[in-house]
């Protein structure tokens, strides 16, 4: 079935919408990043930069490191970006732009988020690196498609009972990692967990300023949820979509989350910009050294 014009859009150049990129623009391991800023502080460890394109808050460096070919682009912030990024990722290896149809042999991506995340756990450390290995989605973008068998619903359905979710909010939905992407970002430096991703950085993290919070006790009953050993441990505003798509699209995903701030202690990293390079850092050596 070709896809319309209105379904596929496509710039005059015939790159991609959004991204403004065109298929050869991508490698097949990307990198995302919430902060246009920060994708030019992940290709300064490049050792070639091929590319630089940009539009809106969607910046794409490609380039490569140690012999390997990587891309990084900023999402912006929130997961309603992350789908229009995840979708044209996809689009740009799996649709024939010429033909306007989608091809019958499938690419599968490497998509790995660096971003920054605050802790609900006492015991994690500031500055330290968490590996997603479970996101749990607040925002409601995986249940516009047909998701259910992404999803684990065991410990969605867990959370909604602990903390009498209302009605009113969109359905949480729990997504895990790839685990052969996991493996390979792992070390002995870094924690997996569950991480809440949430639709907004003020209410919705149980922040409160001058506006009155709907569930007063959202926050706590987020810390004290447990699923048999395992808890929720850091909140942040991407992971779960980059996970649900990814899922669904046979893409391979891993969020990297650098604990900027501790929201049981009260502490804030002292050095932020110098634990997210380290995390940067971290995260290239183990894309690219094997």
Request: glycine share 6%; aromatic share 6%; hydrophobic share 40%.
């Amino acid at each position: 079935m070709q896809l319309g014009p209105s379904e596929l859009i496509l710039n005059a150049d015939g790159s991609i919408y959004h991204l403004n990129l065109v298929p050869a623009d991508l490698a097949r391991t990307v990198i995302t990043v919430g902060d246009p800023d920060r994708v030019s502080d992940v290709s300064q460890c490049f050792d070639t930069i091929e590319l630089k394109k940009g539009k809106r808050e969607f910046i794409t460096h490609t380039g490569t490191l140690n012999g390997k070919r990587l891309s990084v682009i900023s999402t912006g912030i929130g997961t309603d970006n992350v789908d229009i990024v995840l979708n044209e990722l996809d689009a740009l290896v799996n649709v024939d732009f010429e033909n306007r149809v989608v091809k019958a042999d499938k690419t599968s991506l490497d998509i790995v988020r660096i971003g920054t995340s605050g802790a609900v756990q006492s015991a994690i450390e500031i500055d330290s690196f968490l590996i997603s290995e479970f996101a749990m989605g607040f925002d409601g973008v995986l249940h516009t498609y047909q998701s259910d068998h992404v999803q684990h619903k065991p410990i969605s359905d867990a959370f909604v009972k602990h903390t009498d979710w209302s009605t009113d909010k969109a359905l949480p939905y729990v997504v895990k990692c790839d685990d052969r992407l996991a493996n390979q970002l792992a070390s002995n430096r870094i924690r997996f967990g569950l991480t809440a991703t949430n639709i907004g950085f003020y209410g919705p993290q149980g922040r409160k300023l001058r506006l009155d919070l709907a569930d007063e006790s959202l926050k706590s009953k987020i810390t004290s949820f447990a699923y048999d050993s395992l808890k929720i441990t850091n909140l942040e505003m991407e992971t779960s979509a980059i996970y649900g798509l990814s899922k669904l699209l046979g893409h391979r995903a891993v969020s990297m989350n650098c604990i900027l701030a501790n929201r049981e202690t009260g502490a804030f990293s002292k050095n932020p910009k110098k634990a997210v390079d380290e995390l940067i850092t971290y995260t290239l050596q183990k894309l690219t050294s094997q």
